[in-house]
T-cell receptor, first 115, second 112 residues
Framework: DAGVTQSPTHLIKTRGQQVTLRCSPKSGHDTVSWYQQALGQGPQFIFQYYEEEERQRGNFPDRFSGHQFPNYSSELNVNALLLGDSALYLC??????????????FGQGTRLTVV | GQNIDQPTEMTATEGAIVQINCTYQTSGFNGLFWYQQHAGEAPTFLSYNVLDGLEEKGRFSSFLSRSKGYSYLLLKELQMKDSASYLCAVRDEEDSSYKLIFGSGTRLLVRP
């Protein structure tokens, strides 16, 4: 059973460019959340997708957008990249209907560097 | 506001016991999680508490007091491989979502 998979693992972009990160959730999970983790910090919640809709959003600008597909996989898009967007982007999958006692499983992350 | 506090760094000796504390203030609460994260890797689940008390899992135990907004992670018989960051996270239930609010993490260094 594959866990949460993210691609790519590393990415270098130039300031002002746009980037798309991808995530496939763990088998049986229907909810995908995205987190940004700056160096030395804990992950910060960006948003969550369930049933192909954004259900909740953290304190991130509109430059951050996402999508969930019918197979539950998800994309995170960031437009007009800033140097401060450099971070590890983590995808976490969970099951909305089994969330009692159910932990979120994290992918290995995408390390984004903006130069 | 939402706030989770944990010490930035701790050092302990191999074979010893260490306790990592976490205090939280969140608008909602439906469980507290501890994750371990080695440098450059994804967080991995260690423990979950939703009711007051102690949960034991091998060398790791976690305690929760909801009235005090307090939790701790206890690591026994420390091994060198336990050197990692330990993240305390609260599940904030709003609109039936599943949002985790993380602390900044505690970097644990285990010395021989």
């Amino acid at each position: 059973d594959a866990g949460v998979t993210q691609s790519p693992t590393h990415l270098i972009k130039t300031r002002g460019q746009q980037v798309t990160l991808r995530c496939s959730p763990k088998s049986g999970h229907d909810t995908v959340s995205w987190y940004q983790q700056a160096l030395g910090q804990g992950p910060q919640f960006i948003f969550q997708y369930y049933e192909e809709e954004e259900r909740q959003r953290g304190n991130f600008p509109d430059r951050f957008s996402g999508h969930q597909f019918p197979n539950y996989s998800s994309e995170l898009n960031v437009n007009a990249l800033l140097l401060g967007d450099s971070a590890l982007y983590l995808c976490a999958s969970s099951s909305l209907y089994h969330r009692e006692g159910g932990e979120a499983f994290f992918g290995q992350g995408t390390r984004l560097t903006v130069v | 506001g939402q706030n989770i506090d944990q010490p930035t760094e701790m050092t302990a000796t191999e074979g010893a016991i260490v306790q990592i504390n976490c205090t939280y203030q969140t608008s909602g609460f439906n469980g507290l999680f501890w994750y371990q994260q080695h440098a450059g890797e994804a967080p991995t689940f260690l423990s979950y508490n939703v009711l007051d008390g102690l949960e034991e899992k091998g060398r790791f135990s976690s305690f929760l007091s909801r009235s005090k907004g307090y939790s701790y992670l206890l690591l026994k018989e420390l091994q060198m491989k336990d050197s990692a960051s330990y993240l305390c996270a609260v599940r904030d239930e709003e609109d039936s979502s599943y949002k985790l609010i993380f602390g900044s993490g505690t970097r644990l260094l285990v010395r021989p």
